[in-house]
């Protein structure tokens, strides 16, 4: 992964964070496979639905332009995440845009843009992913970059209980479970 990171801010202030990133991985099943990956709601909830574990779980997908995808549900420790989107371009196939916010507790943390496009690559698929992210400036996310940047990582409120996905501010393109992979879009072995 490519990543760039600016913070914006004097000492003591609520920074606010700019961070690019780039990703790209392999996968064996073809593109139309990969990308069904993200449209079929079946298929996505497998590797993007609420974690196991959590509480107050949500999960909406309306894969269209104009259309949103909803993600809400509350950690172990009783934190309340949000994770809201809206498709603003796809190409069957090839192409998603869309638009993400991220909430804590119904606090704004997070907005950004991702594309991801799936070519095909030898007998299998090589999708990228380029998001462009820019923090809310709130005691919340000062906290998140403090226990994320190793004081106590394991209070962070944006670390995910659920192996099964990454947190989106930290520019990583979630992977599909394990259980997922021979059927949909996991990674080559």
Not at 47 to 54: L, Q
Not at 121 to 142: E, K, L, M, Q
Not at 174 to 180: C, I, Q, R, T
């Amino acid at each position: 992964m490519n990543a760039s990171t600016a913070a914006i801010g004097s000492p003591g202030q609520h920074h606010f964070i700019l961070f690019n990133s780039n990703r790209s991985e392999r996968f064996r099943q073809t593109p139309a496979q990969a990308f069904r990956a993200f449209a079929d709601p079946e298929l996505k909830q497998r590797w993007f639905g609420v974690p196991e574990g959590w509480t107050d779980g949500n999960w909406e997908l309306d894969f269209r332009v104009g259309g949103s995808e909803v993600s809400v549900g509350r950690d172990p420790r009783g934190t309340l995440h949000e994770f809201r989107s809206r498709y603003h371009d796809i190409v069957d196939g090839e192409r998603i845009v869309f638009a993400y916010d991220l909430l804590l507790d119904g606090r704004l943390i997070s907005v950004s843009l991702t594309t991801v496009e799936v070519r095909p690559d030898g007998g299998g698929t090589r999708a990228t992913s380029s998001s462009s992210t820019s923090s809310i400036p709130s005691p919340v996310f000062a906290e998140m970059l403090r226990t994320d940047s190793g004081d106590s990582p394991s209070s962070s409120p944006i670390s995910w209980e659920s192996g099964t996905r990454s947190s989106a501010t930290t520019g990583r393109m979630p992977a599909p479970p394990s259980s997922a992979r021979g059927t949909c879009a996991g990674p080559s072995q």
